[in-house]
């Protein structure tokens, strides 16, 4: 399922009462289109003169790219909630997932049979089912080994990926593409040097219908 805005609040409350007694601050819902995460918690950070921190104005997002199940929207929103439930109450944890964290996704597991995890890796199938149309300025890489790497980048740092990856990486070949098709959306948009590993026979077809761009570190266009 791709959860809406109305599904998550009800959702929310039908938690907030089973788990927490009621007495989590309602957020603003959001259905978002991350990819990179299932759920996000936004918040404003104060800090007083004495030094005392508190947050508020909560923003509760779940993505709505994939179509997962239902229990893993389910379990997405009450990890949002455990974060929240620990903000708002000014409970010091450890570290983001710390012990704190940690043992309340444990009680609620154990108690109600919940499968909530600290984090969620996306499957080969739930990365292909994101089929949006967008651009992507990519690099292609041959190590020396004679694997194949992939580096999409960021809008913004394009010419930075150009110069650095020769730098950090010892490459036999580099070779730039645009495109805008689907497969391309797996790959995150780096602004910073990263090579992911790929199957040089699944990427070819992908690559026949890109388009190859020639780049001189100030300037990219089509060969």
Known sequence: MKPTEAYIAARFAEYNALFFGGKLPVPIFRSGNARSMLGHLRYRRKRSLLGRVTYSDFVLTVSSRF???????????????????????????????????RTWMQKINTEYGRHITISHRFTRDELAADTHLRKHCFCVCELPDGRKGITVTAESAVFSIYRQLPKVFTLRSCRWYGSTDPYFNRFPHVRTPKIFIVDGEELEPYLKSSVELTCDGSSIRPV
């Open 67 to 101: 179509d997962m199940p239902e229990e893993e929207v389910q379990d997405t929103i009450i990890h949002e909630m455990i974060h929240l439930y620990i903000l708002s109450s000014g409970i010091r944890d450890t570290s983001a997932h710390g012990r704190v964290f």
